[in-house]
């Protein structure tokens, strides 16, 4: 056992000295590569304050382009299938178009937009190897340069690039949210019969393509600024858009930095028990709002409690 536990300790170390000349520069780059080309299949799990959800995601390339099935294993049953932008999902046991994949890639990709942000907003660090899902992996520590994001971790197989873990690091380095492989293959002979399938589907016409997939979304100029933005964060929409449960349609702006989005929500203030001001968070993400003169003004972000209440309190209407 003594033999075996020092011939790991060899591997780790092997592993380390074989790139050791890459920076965490080099190894973004190869992740986001990877996250695109990589044949993988396996089990990852979403963990956030005491909750865990666990999907199963096969990830293919073809001639046709890249495919990916996401399916959940536990909770209510769904399966989304993404191609070329595009999202699918079985609704009422029919393959539905539910959209454009707009929004930032999901774990274990990274886009060139992400890899921008970490460059720009990070102080970057190696901390050596460690082992997820079976796979050795090069631990790469993102420390914010300012106060107001969080410090992001990341393990990416020191092979191929793929990325197997990434965790968001809250106050005294606590885990607000993990997402992480707990069985993986990389290669090798993977499921690929669910792509002839979906091929065949969309050929045939047999894909249903929803009339409607936004709930009156219109994109508008409220007049509606921020001030206090933390460096790098750029609005990328502002809409006006139909809610659920509320009485009048709500006035959207999102910004992000690549890596993290911030959205502030404005709406009348109608005086219900819930439009009072108050502070909640759900994993990474925290939302905070108040009323100001006669709107209810909401900010919602993935970054920490002190950053949220900053843009909230620098919301102003500018005039159109």
């Not at 060899?10 to 920076?23: F, R, V, Y």
């Not at 790469?140 to 873990?165: A, C, E, M």
């Not at 002979?189 to 016409?205: F, P, Q, T």
């Not at 759900?282 to 950053?307: C, F, M, W």
Request: glycine content about 8%; hydrophobic content about 35%.
């Amino acid at each position: 056992m003594r033999l075996h536990i020092v011939f790991c300790g060899l591997l780790l170390n092997a592993a380390t000295c074989a790139h050791a000349d890459q920076t965490p520069a080099d190894w973004l780059e190869t992740t986001a590569f990877a996250g695109h080309k990589t044949d993988y299949s396996g089990v990852f799990v979403y963990q956030y304050d005491n909750r865990v959800e666990t999907s199963n995601i096969i990830h293919v390339t073809e001639a046709s382009g890249e495919y990916e099935k996401l399916e959940s294993l536990d909770g209510p049953q769904r399966e989304i299938i993404r191609h070329d932008g595009q999202l699918w999902s079985y609704i009422n046991h029919k393959m539905v178009q539910v959209g454009n994949q707009h929004e930032r890639n999901s774990f274990p990709s990274l886009s060139p937009e992400q890899l921008s942000a970490l460059s720009a907003n990070y102080q970057a660090r190696l901390l050596g190897v460690e082992r997820v899902a079976g796979y050795n992996a090069q631990v790469i520590l993102f420390q914010p340069k300012d106060n107001l994001r969080y410090t992001h971790k990341i393990w990416v197989h020191t092979d191929s690039g793929l990325l197997l873990k990434a965790a968001v690091l809250g106050d005294k380095n606590k885990v607000a949210e993990q997402y992480a492989f707990t069985q993986l293959q990389i290669g090798g002979k993977i499921d690929r019969s669910w792509v002839k399938d979906c091929d065949a589907l969309g050929a045939h016409g047999k894909v249903t393509i929803r009339e409607t997939t936004d709930d009156g979304i219109t994109p508008t100029n409220s007049g509606w600024v921020a001030d206090m933005l933390p460096s790098g964060f750029k609005k990328t929409m502002e809409i006006q858009r139909r809610m659920h449960g509320k009485h009048a349609p709500v006035t959207q702006i999102v910004y992000s930095d690549g890596l993290s989005a911030i959205s502030i929500f404005i709406e009348p203030n109608d005086d219900d028990e819930d439009d009072v001001d108050g502070l909640s968070s759900r994993g990474a993400v925290n939302l905070y709002h108040k009323v100001l003169d006669q709107s209810l003004i909401t900010v919602v972000g993935e970054v920490p409690p002190r950053t949220v209440m900053q843009v909230l309190d620098s919301v102003r209407y500018n005039g159109k």
